[in-house]
């Protein structure tokens, strides 16, 4: 009869730690963006992804049902050469990209600060 309160206490414990972990991750992450230069790159919109954040199996996501809240990302290769990079965006600055735009990206750490397309 003991054994399974320790064994809930184990996992409650577990599960807390985990999500420590990912809150002081996070925090760190924004707080080096916070402390990165604003740097700028010519670029070339590479690819556009758009990924629904459900909790749906595999077989439930044939068909994405209307409300569905999405991840957009969106990866830019330096014109230069270099390493494709991808950045997370919000819906508004995903549906202003097209794949095969030229501009200059301006971003901070790892996080995306805006796009300016060339004319």
């Keep these: 009869m003991s054994k399974m309160p320790l064994f809930f206490v184990i996992v409650v414990a577990i599960i807390v730690i985990a999500a420590s972990f990912r809150f002081v991750q996070q925090r760190r992450e924004k707080a080096d963006n916070d402390a990165a230069p604003l740097l700028h ?3 070339v ?11 749906r199996r595999s077989r439930q996501q044939q068909v994405t049902p209307a409300g569905t809240p999405m991840r957009y990302e969106a990866s ?10 991808t950045f997370r965006l919000d819906e508004k600055q995903y549906h ?11 971003y901070k750490g790892s996080r995306f600060e805006g796009f300016s397309a060339e004319p």
């Design 45 to 55: 919109v590479s690819n556009k992804r758009e990924k629904a954040l459900n909790e």
């Design 76 to 85: 830019f290769k330096p014109q230069s050469g270099g390493l494709e990079m």
């Design 96 to 106: 202003q990209l097209t794949v095969g735009d030229r501009g200059v990206l301006s």
């Design 41 to 43: 790159k010519r670029v």
